[in-house]
């Protein structure tokens, strides 16, 4: 049972323009959600998170939104730069239990 | 940031011996830390939470006697593949941190020939 889902595995965008990654989940009883950015062989990278409480938050480039009634998270990067080419991971998380459920992944390329 | 440092980056053993991986929280105490796997394509795959002072607690289908983790202290914790075979050929990662943030070690990429 996949409780965070990223349907789509790769999106492709111009320099300049508009990222959005999409987040699916299922339980309404994730507390926090959280971006995270993946090179090739590296570790994740934490982005950015927002509370269940919030319905968005903004960092620089990035802002995460969160519709709570779809159980929809998503990130937008504005202005989308080449080095935001990675693999992005969305993940949801419970208070108390320290366990990260995390999505499968979206693959971003952004073309110069 | 926190920082949390693995070693090694990269091993490469031969089929039935052991590997140890360390996990290293360098600027924070972290009395819990976790282990990932990634498969080409595929999302990390919690395998299990390192608990300092106390046994690992393992996700389900994961071998507690193959993935050894030992949480000797508040800032290091380790993963023992023991008798590696090449199936066990993979990215693991280990993470640590708060409540609304975990930061990654970048990873030991493990290749059992």
């Known amino acids: 049972d996949q409780q965070v889902k990223q349907n789509s595995p790769s999106l492709s965008v111009q320099e300049g323009r508009i990222s959005i990654l999409n987040c699916d989940y299922t339980?309404?009883?994730?507390?926090?959600f959280l971006w995270y950015k993946k090179y090739p062989a590296e570790g994740p990278t934490f982005l950015i998170s927002?509370?269940?409480?919030?319905d968005k938050n903004e960092d620089g480039r990035f802002t995460v939104f969160l519709n709570k009634s779809a159980k929809h998270l998503s990130l937008h990067i504005v202005p989308s730069q080449p080095g935001d080419s990675a693999v992005y991971f969305c993940?949801?998380?419970?208070?108390?239990?320290?366990?990260?459920?995390f999505g499968t992944g979206t693959r971003l390329k952004v073309l110069a | 940031g926190a920082v949390v440092s693995q070693h090694p980056s990269w091993v490469i053993c031969k089929s039935g011996t052991s590997v140890k991986i360390e996990c290293r929280s360098l600027?924070?105490?972290?009395?819990?830390m976790f282990w990932y796997r990634q498969f080409p394509k595929q999302s990390l795959m919690l395998m299990a939470t390192s608990n300092e002072g106390s046994k690992a607690t393992y996700e389900q289908g994961v071998e507690k006697d193959k993935f050894l983790i030992n949480h000797a202290s508040l800032t290091l914790s380790t993963l023992t593949v023991t008798s590696a075979h090449p199936e066990d050929s993979s990215f693991y990662i280990c993470?640590?941190?708060?409540?609304?943030?975990?930061?990654f070690g970048p990873g030991t990429r493990l290749t059992v020939l």
């Open positions: 993470s640590a941190g708060g409540t609304d943030t975990q930061y």
């Open positions: 600027d924070f105490q972290a009395t819990t």
């Open positions: 927002i509370s269940s409480i919030k």
């Open positions: 993940a949801a998380y419970f208070s108390g239990t320290y366990k990260y459920i």
């Open positions: 339980n309404s009883m994730f507390d926090y």
